[in-house]
Protein backbone atom coordinates (compact mmCIF):
# COMPACT_ATOMS: atom_id res chain seq x y z
CA UNK A 1 0.00 0.00 0.00
CA UNK A 2 2.84 2.12 0.80
CA UNK A 3 4.46 1.62 -2.37
CA UNK A 4 1.39 2.50 -4.29
CA UNK A 5 0.96 5.57 -2.34
CA UNK A 6 4.32 7.15 -3.23
CA UNK A 7 3.03 6.96 -7.29
CA UNK A 8 0.30 8.79 -7.01
CA UNK A 9 0.06 12.77 -6.71
CA UNK A 10 -2.49 14.28 -4.07
CA UNK A 11 -2.36 17.43 -5.57
CA UNK A 12 -3.10 18.73 -9.11
CA UNK A 13 -2.35 22.01 -9.36
CA UNK A 14 0.54 24.89 -11.22
CA UNK A 15 3.26 24.94 -8.66
CA UNK A 16 5.48 27.13 -10.56
CA UNK A 17 2.97 29.77 -11.93
CA UNK A 18 4.93 33.00 -14.07
CA UNK A 19 3.53 36.31 -14.53
CA UNK A 20 4.95 35.32 -18.18
CA UNK A 21 3.89 31.82 -18.69
CA UNK A 22 0.55 31.52 -20.75
CA UNK A 23 0.37 27.66 -19.95
CA UNK A 24 1.98 24.60 -17.78
CA UNK A 25 1.00 21.14 -18.47
CA UNK A 26 1.10 19.28 -15.24
CA UNK A 27 2.97 16.45 -15.18
CA UNK A 28 1.73 13.03 -16.49
CA UNK A 29 0.91 11.37 -13.07
CA UNK A 30 -1.77 9.36 -11.33
CA UNK A 31 -3.86 11.11 -8.90
CA UNK A 32 -4.99 8.70 -5.99
CA UNK A 33 -8.47 8.77 -4.21
CA UNK A 34 -8.94 11.77 -2.46
CA UNK A 35 -6.36 13.74 -4.74
CA UNK A 36 -7.47 17.31 -4.68
CA UNK A 37 -7.58 20.04 -7.83
CA UNK A 38 -6.10 23.71 -7.10
CA UNK A 39 -7.00 26.51 -9.73
CA UNK A 40 -5.74 29.46 -8.74
CA UNK A 41 -7.56 32.98 -9.61
CA UNK A 42 -6.70 33.90 -13.87
CA UNK A 43 -6.29 30.11 -14.44
CA UNK A 44 -8.92 27.39 -16.26
CA UNK A 45 -7.83 23.96 -15.64
CA UNK A 46 -8.21 21.11 -18.74
CA UNK A 47 -8.20 17.40 -17.97
CA UNK A 48 -7.14 15.82 -21.11
CA UNK A 49 -6.87 12.34 -22.78
CA UNK A 50 -4.79 11.12 -25.23
CA UNK A 51 -4.92 14.89 -26.27
CA UNK A 52 -8.60 15.60 -26.34
CA UNK A 53 -10.40 17.66 -24.26
CA UNK A 54 -12.02 15.69 -21.56
CA UNK A 55 -13.55 18.91 -19.35
CA UNK A 56 -12.38 22.43 -19.06
CA UNK A 57 -12.85 23.78 -15.32
CA UNK A 58 -12.68 28.08 -15.21
CA UNK A 59 -14.05 28.87 -11.35
CA UNK A 60 -10.84 29.43 -9.12
CA UNK A 61 -10.87 26.89 -5.80
CA UNK A 62 -10.39 23.34 -4.43
CA UNK A 63 -11.94 20.56 -5.99
CA UNK A 64 -12.09 17.05 -4.63
CA UNK A 65 -10.86 15.09 -8.13
CA UNK A 66 -13.22 12.13 -7.46
CA UNK A 67 -16.66 14.00 -6.43
CA UNK A 68 -16.32 16.85 -8.01
CA UNK A 69 -13.99 16.49 -11.13
CA UNK A 70 -14.52 13.23 -12.58
CA UNK A 71 -18.34 13.20 -12.78
CA UNK A 72 -17.58 16.36 -15.50
CA UNK A 73 -15.03 14.59 -17.94
CA UNK A 74 -16.44 13.29 -21.02
CA UNK A 75 -14.82 9.72 -21.35
CA UNK A 76 -13.56 9.03 -17.92
CA UNK A 77 -17.62 9.46 -15.80
CA UNK A 78 -17.43 5.88 -15.18
CA UNK A 79 -14.33 6.10 -13.28
CA UNK A 80 -13.55 4.49 -10.23
CA UNK A 81 -10.86 4.84 -7.74
CA UNK A 82 -10.17 1.27 -6.29
CA UNK A 83 -8.17 0.18 -3.88
CA UNK A 84 -4.78 0.48 -5.47
CA UNK A 85 -5.88 2.05 -8.32
CA UNK A 86 -5.53 5.88 -9.30
CA UNK A 87 -5.99 7.03 -12.54
CA UNK A 88 -3.24 9.14 -15.05
CA UNK A 89 -4.51 12.26 -15.85
CA UNK A 90 -2.91 15.18 -17.95
CA UNK A 91 -3.83 18.91 -16.89
CA UNK A 92 -3.15 21.46 -18.89
CA UNK A 93 -3.26 25.16 -17.30
CA UNK A 94 -3.74 28.07 -19.22
CA UNK A 95 -3.11 31.81 -17.80
CA UNK A 96 -5.86 33.58 -18.76
CA UNK A 97 -4.96 37.33 -18.16
CA UNK A 98 -4.39 39.69 -20.95
CA UNK A 99 -0.32 39.82 -21.97
CA UNK A 100 1.01 43.31 -23.03
CA UNK A 101 4.61 43.34 -24.78
CA UNK A 102 6.85 46.01 -25.70
CA UNK A 103 7.91 45.71 -29.51
CA UNK A 104 10.86 47.63 -31.25
CA UNK A 105 12.17 47.66 -34.62
CA UNK A 106 15.72 46.32 -34.23
CA UNK A 107 16.75 47.85 -37.55
CA UNK A 108 15.66 50.88 -40.12
CA UNK A 109 12.88 49.43 -42.51
CA UNK A 110 12.80 51.51 -45.73
CA UNK A 111 9.64 52.89 -46.55
CA UNK A 112 8.86 54.14 -49.97
CA UNK A 113 8.61 57.79 -50.22
CA UNK A 114 8.17 60.78 -53.05
CA UNK A 115 11.47 61.67 -54.28
CA UNK A 116 13.69 58.98 -52.22
CA UNK A 117 14.66 56.34 -54.00
CA UNK A 118 15.80 54.04 -51.83
CA UNK A 119 13.14 54.51 -49.10
CA UNK A 120 12.83 56.52 -45.80
CA UNK A 121 14.49 54.42 -42.97
CA UNK A 122 12.14 54.49 -40.39
CA UNK A 123 12.15 52.78 -36.93
CA UNK A 124 9.26 52.59 -34.79
CA UNK A 125 8.66 51.45 -30.97
CA UNK A 126 5.39 50.84 -29.47
CA UNK A 127 3.22 47.54 -27.91
CA UNK A 128 0.34 45.33 -28.49
CA UNK A 129 -1.89 42.91 -26.12
CA UNK A 130 -3.26 39.40 -26.92
CA UNK A 131 -4.59 36.61 -24.85
CA UNK A 132 -5.60 32.53 -25.22
CA UNK A 133 -9.44 32.28 -27.01
CA UNK A 134 -9.04 29.34 -28.49
CA UNK A 135 -8.56 25.71 -26.53
CA UNK A 136 -8.59 23.43 -28.67
CA UNK A 137 -5.86 25.11 -31.27
CA UNK A 138 -4.25 26.07 -28.64
CA UNK A 139 -3.57 22.33 -28.03
CA UNK A 140 -3.59 21.33 -31.82
CA UNK A 141 -0.44 23.47 -32.78
CA UNK A 142 1.16 23.99 -29.67
CA UNK A 143 0.42 22.86 -26.34
CA UNK A 144 0.63 19.15 -27.72
CA UNK A 145 4.01 19.07 -28.16
CA UNK A 146 5.33 21.19 -25.23
CA UNK A 147 5.31 21.44 -21.70
CA UNK A 148 4.73 25.43 -21.73
CA UNK A 149 4.76 28.57 -23.16
CA UNK A 150 5.82 32.04 -22.51
CA UNK A 151 5.20 35.27 -24.10
CA UNK A 152 8.92 35.86 -25.26
CA UNK A 153 7.57 32.85 -27.87
CA UNK A 154 4.62 34.81 -28.92
CA UNK A 155 6.84 38.11 -29.32
CA UNK A 156 9.50 36.34 -31.35
CA UNK A 157 6.70 34.87 -33.55
CA UNK A 158 5.33 38.52 -33.81
CA UNK A 159 8.41 40.48 -34.47
CA UNK A 160 9.33 37.76 -37.22
CA UNK A 161 6.14 39.81 -39.42
CA UNK A 162 6.03 43.36 -38.05
CA UNK A 163 8.73 44.61 -40.33
CA UNK A 164 6.68 43.74 -43.27
CA UNK A 165 3.57 44.55 -41.60
CA UNK A 166 5.11 47.95 -41.10
CA UNK A 167 5.83 48.57 -44.62
CA UNK A 168 2.80 47.37 -45.64
CA UNK A 169 0.61 49.94 -43.44
CA UNK A 170 2.36 52.56 -43.55
CA UNK A 171 2.48 53.99 -47.16
CA UNK A 172 -1.64 52.67 -47.12
CA UNK A 173 -2.35 55.02 -43.91
CA UNK A 174 0.73 57.55 -43.99
CA UNK A 175 -0.77 59.97 -45.32
CA UNK A 176 1.74 62.69 -44.73
CA UNK A 177 5.27 60.60 -44.71
CA UNK A 178 6.62 63.75 -42.12
CA UNK A 179 4.38 63.53 -39.70
CA UNK A 180 3.13 59.77 -39.41
CA UNK A 181 2.42 60.14 -35.64
CA UNK A 182 -1.25 61.39 -36.95
CA UNK A 183 -1.78 58.88 -38.25
CA UNK A 184 -0.46 55.98 -36.28
CA UNK A 185 -3.94 54.91 -34.97
CA UNK A 186 -4.83 53.89 -38.74
CA UNK A 187 -1.73 51.94 -39.29
CA UNK A 188 -1.65 50.48 -36.17
CA UNK A 189 -5.35 49.01 -37.08
CA UNK A 190 -3.85 47.85 -40.25
CA UNK A 191 -1.42 46.10 -38.65
CA UNK A 192 -3.58 44.59 -35.90
CA UNK A 193 -5.77 43.04 -38.29
CA UNK A 194 -3.25 41.28 -40.11
CA UNK A 195 -1.25 40.05 -36.56
CA UNK A 196 -4.02 38.50 -35.56
CA UNK A 197 -4.90 36.41 -38.19
CA UNK A 198 -1.41 35.94 -38.01
CA UNK A 199 -2.33 33.94 -34.56
CA UNK A 200 -5.73 32.81 -34.86
CA UNK A 201 -4.53 29.56 -36.01
CA UNK A 202 -2.37 29.12 -33.01
CA UNK A 203 -5.40 29.76 -30.08
CA UNK A 204 -4.37 33.45 -29.60
CA UNK A 205 -6.48 37.23 -29.97
CA UNK A 206 -4.22 39.86 -30.98
CA UNK A 207 -6.66 42.64 -28.74
CA UNK A 208 -4.74 46.00 -29.25
CA UNK A 209 -1.63 47.00 -31.10
CA UNK A 210 -0.17 50.35 -30.41
CA UNK A 211 2.75 52.43 -31.90
CA UNK A 212 4.06 54.53 -29.64
CA UNK A 213 6.51 56.81 -31.98
CA UNK A 214 7.96 56.73 -35.25
CA UNK A 215 11.93 57.22 -35.33
CA UNK A 216 13.37 59.51 -38.52
CA UNK A 217 17.03 59.62 -39.53
CA UNK A 218 18.82 62.83 -37.57
CA UNK A 219 18.94 64.63 -40.42
CA UNK A 220 15.27 64.20 -41.54
CA UNK A 221 14.23 64.72 -38.09
CA UNK A 222 16.10 68.03 -37.87
CA UNK A 223 14.37 69.39 -41.24
CA UNK A 224 10.81 68.16 -39.24
CA UNK A 225 11.78 70.61 -36.38
CA UNK A 226 13.06 73.34 -38.19
CA UNK A 227 9.46 73.47 -40.25
CA UNK A 228 7.27 72.83 -37.15
CA UNK A 229 9.05 75.92 -35.72
CA UNK A 230 8.24 78.25 -39.17
CA UNK A 231 4.74 77.18 -38.39
CA UNK A 232 4.85 78.26 -34.67
CA UNK A 233 5.91 81.50 -35.34
CA UNK A 234 3.42 83.57 -37.47
CA UNK A 235 5.11 86.58 -37.83
CA UNK A 236 8.38 86.48 -39.88
CA UNK A 237 10.20 89.35 -38.16
CA UNK A 238 10.12 87.39 -34.72
CA UNK A 239 11.45 84.22 -36.33
CA UNK A 240 14.50 85.88 -38.13
CA UNK A 241 15.28 87.60 -34.46
CA UNK A 242 15.03 83.91 -33.32
CA UNK A 243 17.04 82.63 -36.03
CA UNK A 244 20.01 84.97 -35.07
CA UNK A 245 19.81 83.77 -31.36
CA UNK A 246 19.37 80.41 -32.44
CA UNK A 247 22.46 80.39 -34.71
CA UNK A 248 25.04 82.81 -31.99
CA UNK A 249 23.30 80.46 -29.05
CA UNK A 250 24.99 77.43 -31.20
CA UNK A 251 28.23 79.37 -32.06
CA UNK A 252 29.22 79.51 -28.62
CA UNK A 253 29.32 75.96 -28.12
CA UNK A 254 30.59 74.67 -31.52
CA UNK A 255 32.76 76.13 -33.86
CA UNK A 256 31.99 74.30 -37.12
CA UNK A 257 31.40 75.78 -40.57
CA UNK A 258 27.50 75.17 -40.31
CA UNK A 259 27.28 76.83 -37.11
CA UNK A 260 28.83 80.15 -38.20
CA UNK A 261 26.94 80.13 -41.28
CA UNK A 262 23.63 80.20 -39.54
CA UNK A 263 24.51 82.70 -37.51
CA UNK A 264 26.17 84.85 -40.51
CA UNK A 265 22.82 84.62 -42.06
CA UNK A 266 20.93 85.38 -39.03
CA UNK A 267 22.91 88.60 -38.70
CA UNK A 268 22.36 89.46 -42.72
CA UNK A 269 18.84 89.64 -42.35
CA UNK A 270 18.90 91.53 -38.94
CA UNK A 271 20.75 94.22 -41.01
CA UNK A 272 18.46 94.26 -43.62
CA UNK A 273 15.38 94.17 -41.05
CA UNK A 274 17.50 97.40 -39.88
CA UNK A 275 17.83 98.74 -42.82
CA UNK A 276 14.64 98.88 -44.45
CA UNK A 277 12.68 100.22 -41.16
CA UNK A 278 15.55 102.78 -41.58
CA UNK A 279 14.62 103.37 -45.15
CA UNK A 280 10.85 103.56 -44.21
CA UNK A 281 11.63 106.08 -41.82
CA UNK A 282 12.85 108.69 -44.20
CA UNK A 283 10.52 108.16 -46.82
CA UNK A 284 7.53 108.95 -43.89
CA UNK A 285 9.75 112.35 -42.70
CA UNK A 286 10.32 113.84 -46.62
CA UNK A 287 7.47 113.25 -47.17
CA UNK A 288 5.89 115.54 -44.14
CA UNK A 289 8.31 117.77 -45.10
CA UNK A 290 7.05 118.21 -48.28
CA UNK A 291 3.30 118.68 -47.77
CA UNK A 292 3.77 121.62 -45.44
CA UNK A 293 2.77 125.18 -46.24
CA UNK A 294 5.88 127.08 -45.42
CA UNK A 295 3.67 129.40 -42.68
CA UNK A 296 4.81 129.84 -39.16
CA UNK A 297 3.41 128.66 -35.95
CA UNK A 298 0.53 130.76 -34.51
CA UNK A 299 2.14 130.98 -30.73
CA UNK A 300 5.82 131.31 -29.80
CA UNK A 301 7.20 128.15 -28.54
CA UNK A 302 9.66 129.86 -26.70
CA UNK A 303 7.50 132.40 -24.57
CA UNK A 304 3.86 131.26 -26.15
CA UNK A 305 2.54 134.79 -27.58
CA UNK A 306 0.41 134.76 -30.06
CA UNK A 307 2.49 135.78 -33.34
CA UNK A 308 -0.43 135.19 -36.47
CA UNK A 309 2.51 133.02 -38.58
CA UNK A 310 4.95 135.86 -38.20
CA UNK A 311 8.41 134.87 -38.92
CA UNK A 312 9.97 136.88 -35.38
CA UNK A 313 8.01 136.42 -32.02
CA UNK A 314 6.90 140.32 -31.18
CA UNK A 315 6.99 139.76 -27.42
CA UNK A 316 10.64 137.83 -27.28
CA UNK A 317 12.21 138.05 -30.63
CA UNK A 318 12.01 134.27 -31.33
CA UNK A 319 13.02 133.02 -34.41
CA UNK A 320 9.79 131.00 -36.06
CA UNK A 321 10.67 129.80 -39.43
Known amino acids: MVFFSNQFADVVEWDEFRDDMIFYKWA??????????????????????NGKIEGIFEDDGEYDIESEIVPFLSTLKGFRFGFNSGMRVEVLFVNTKEFT????????INIPAPGMPGG????ANGTFQFKVNDYISLIDKIAGVRTSYVVEDVKIRITAVLDQLLMKWIPKEGKDMFNLQANASDIAKGIQDDLDMQVMDDGFKITGFQIMSFNYPKEIQDMINKNAS?????????????SVADAMGKSSGSNTASDMAGMMMGMNIAKEMMDDQKDSGKESAGSGSGSGSGKGPNFCPNCGEKVSGAKFCPNCGEKLT
Open 28 to 49: NKEVKKGSRLIIRPGQDAIFLN
Open 101 to 108: VRWGTQNP
Open 120 to 123: MPIR
Open 230 to 242: HGMVGDISRYQQM
